[in-house]
């Protein structure tokens, strides 16, 4: 995402980033200076100081209060702008989200916007990601929602812009669309490992579930088992990079269960699928690997003459 706004700006603007792990942040700059101007600063506070657009992705809720609402380190603690345009890509809480919105706006620190993404990793380093609103259709005669259209084509396709009109209602949209991918990636490494293990070729298995009615948009893209699915990035394929972690899916889906509750649903799939992740999520054939790693924490054998490439270094991290 950050490579794609350094390419789009024009080249004598300059880009600040900042990262909690700032290795991250001096390897951006190393390999893509080329390109323009990148800064390392040291605080989200810096970055509102120097720059009118603010875009920012994290874990958590508690992180997102951090990076806007320290009152030291955060944008809140910068000069007030009221020309400063905010997107909150995260995917946390909708009521922490509208309790950094209203923070903010009561500070006269912006325009803050909740605007979660989708689409992996594919979409992000092609610049194809949907994006999930949670602000009104712009209208071009307003310069400010002209500049969020200038902004968000920076990350994603146009074609894929959903505009849901109330801040929080991105993140509703994207808390019910993971409740889906995850119980849907889960189902597919269960249905993938059952079919293989009963002795179907993999590759005639995916062709068989790709054009009948248990196709999805995870098992095109998030094809767990190795060197199946060739057409796009899958993690399966490079012994299972992530991508999306294992234990990220104990935070997306236990959001899901939760908005659920509150409205009165009682959400079985994911309180059943809930209980696999967890498990998955301490099995070292699947913890800080690609969620798609599932697939071996139930039962699923790899191809024949594959090996499990992935190895775990003294740190806990995977060397792929």
Not at 103 to 116: F, N, R, V
Not at 143 to 171: I, Q, W
């Amino acid at each position: 995402m950050c490579l794609n706004i350094r390419r789009k700006i024009p080249s004598g603007s300059i880009l600040y980033i900042n990262d909690v792990f700032t290795p991250s942040c001096e390897r951006f700059k190393a390999e893509n200076s080329s390109l323009g101007p990148i800064e390392i600063v040291p605080t989200a506070r810096e970055a509102a100081e120097n720059a009118e657009v603010l875009i920012s992705i994290v874990p958590t809720g508690k992180d997102v209060k951090a990076v806007y609402l320290d009152e030291k380190t955060g944008v809140v603690a910068a000069k007030k702008n009221e020309r400063r345009f905010m997107l909150e890509c995260s995917t946390i809480e909708v009521a922490s989200t509208q309790e950094v919105g209203k923070k903010l706006a009561e500070e006269g620190s912006g325009t803050y916007i909740d605007a979660p993404v989708s689409g992996g990793v594919p979409a992000a380093e092609q610049g194809t990601l949907a994006m999930l609103i949670g602000h009104p259709q712009p209208s071009y005669a307003s310069p400010a929602s002209r500049r969020l259209s200038e902004v968000l084509s920076m990350l994603g396709s146009p074609s894929k812009f959903f505009y849901l009109n109330d801040l929080g209602a991105g993140l509703t949209a994207k808390i019910a669309n993971n409740y889906l991918s995850g119980t849907i990636l889960l189902a597919t490494a269960e249905a993938l490992a059952m079919g293989v293990k009963q002795g179907l070729d993999p590759s005639a298995l995916y062709s068989v579930i790709k054009n009948s009615t248990g196709q999805s948009w995870m098992c095109d893209h998030v094809m767990p088992i190795p060197n199946v699915q060739t057409e796009y990035w899958v993690p399966s394929n490079s012994g299972y990079k992530p991508g999306f972690k294992t234990q990220m899916m104990l935070k997306d889906l236990g959001l899901g269960i939760d908005v659920a509750k509150q409205v009165g649903i009682e959400p079985s799939m994911a309180i059943a699928a809930m209980k696999v992740w967890e498990s998955a999520a301490k099995d070292d054939r699947c913890m800080d690997r690609d969620g798609s790693s599932v697939y071996l924490h139930v039962g699923g054998i790899l191809p024949q003459g594959y090996e499990d490439s992935g190895k775990r270094k003294a740190d806990g991290g995977w060397d792929f």
